[in-house]
């Protein structure tokens, strides 16, 4: 998500770690600085002996990063996830997950070799019975206790460097709060000092990127959940809306009859509790989100400041965040102009793509319009909305990808602000995603939107499209060598021709000027088809 106001901008939160495997959350695991649980269908670390993959160093880029973050070993989130683990599951093939018990995002069967691809459609095209399906998901993930996955409750040294771990258990919905909030929320530097300029979700490159393996994997853990394995997001299309069309008890709830930043009763969602909303708190305390209980959802759709938000993002603005060519420029970050990151994520002009931190468009537009927890960084994915609001975004992305066919070299490699270069490891995540490995077309993950889908290849097309990347990605090499050659053929032919005409010069006699008529007619012109 974005950072709307000034404070919308990045509350990371402090050296912690982040969603930890339940198998690795140990004395053991952290002291070893080793999460390679075994895979229940051999016992082994990994699947190592059914060659789903092995216990692996992990490699840590070495690129440098931009100077948005002066500091070196203060934060847990550094060089994820080296604090806590230096060795993890590294899978082979089309297998994933913490123990490679899992499929690569895009794959399903025993051995991970069918592909699949699901849609993700309109809000407004499910049926009644599928949209509430879609409603008793969310409501089934905020009651039902993650089996893989806990939340740390301390930083590392808090932890005594590993011999005291410090996690608890947390609902399916809210795990995924928390690892926003731990992606986003500020560096504790001690005392009462924090860094607020760092953000590892937001106002970079990885903006995109990262918030696609986060729908991807929440999408997959309502999926396990449920034994729904076709189950996808749904999107709500924003553009030119006039209002919350969303914010009805029929979807994702209305407003209280007498408390305009409340829900109303009707619906469930009134009935929730959020988490990890009061980071100054944190900071003074010097302590993580713990995900204690802190009050309902707000939202007050609409009675937002106008000066900095004064209506949702028209289909103007999107074309022509669309129309920028550059995925990213400058210093990377929230004062990159001509970005289309920047541009979507809603720094920077949707008009003019020129940074303007005093105002909130397009992605940002949409935080600061619902005027409660949706409006501020660290715990916007308390509000239910935010999925239906970051499937869409990922849309107008996949949308760009689609247009620009950028190879993945457009990514930046170094220089962005930290976390964000293309090999770095994404924070908070294990199994560890980099940047750049969802730097490509959805379908090559294994979804597609609706409003977006293509005719499916043919086989023909699909045996073509690896050679066709291959050729695309050294095109300019092959036209630079044929303007070589082509000089190179011109010089010599120049050459060749000069000598034959000074030739001719010094023998008239054998070279007649003129060809006899009848010796003319006996010419024939060929042409070699």
Known sequence: MSLFAMGFLL???????????????????????????????????????????????????????????????????????????????????????????????GFSGLNCTERQLRTRRNIFQLTTSEKDKFLAYLNLAKNTPSQDYVIATGTY???????????????????????????????????SSVWRDIDFAHEAPGFLPWHRVFLLMWEREIQKITGDENFTIPYWDWRDAEDCVVCTDEYMGGRHPTNPNLLSPASFFSSWQVICTQSEEYNSQQALCNATSEGPILRNPGNNDKSRTPRLPSSAEVEFCLSLTQYESGSMDKMANYSFRNTLEGFADPRTAISNISQSGLHNALHIYMNGSMSQVQGSANDPIFVLHHAFVDSIFERWLRRHRP???????????????????????????????????SRELGYDYEYLQEPALDSFQEFLIPYLKQARQIWAWLVGAAVIGGIITAVLTGFILACRKKRRGTSSEIQPLLVESEDYNNISYQSNF
């Open 157 to 191: 040294t808090q932890m005594n460097n590993g011999s005291n771990p410090m996690f608890r258990n947390i609902n399916v919905y809210d795990l995924f709060v928390w690892m926003h909030y731990y992606a986003s929320r500020d560096t504790l530097l001690g005392g």
């Open 11 to 105: 509350v990371i939160l402090q050296p912690s770690t982040a969603q930890f495997p339940r198998a690795c959350a140990n004395t053991q695991s952290l002291l070893r600085k080793e999460c390679c649980p075994p895979w229940d269908g051999d016992g082994s670390p990994c699947g190592e002996l059914s060659s789903r993959g092995s216990c692996q160093n992990i490699l840590l880029s070495q690129a440098p990063l931009g100077p948005q973050f002066p500091f070196s070993g203060v934060d847990d989130r550094e060089d994820w996830p080296s604090v806590f683990y230096n060795r993890t599951c590294k899978c082979e093939g089309n297998f994933k997950g913490f123990n490679c018990g899992e499929c690569k995002f």
């Open 407 to 441: 190879m993945l070299e457009v990514y930046p490699a170094a220089n962005a602000p930290i976390g964000h270069n293309r090999e770095n490891y994404m924070v908070p995540f294990i199994p560890l995603y980099r940047n750049g490995e969802f730097f490509k077309p």
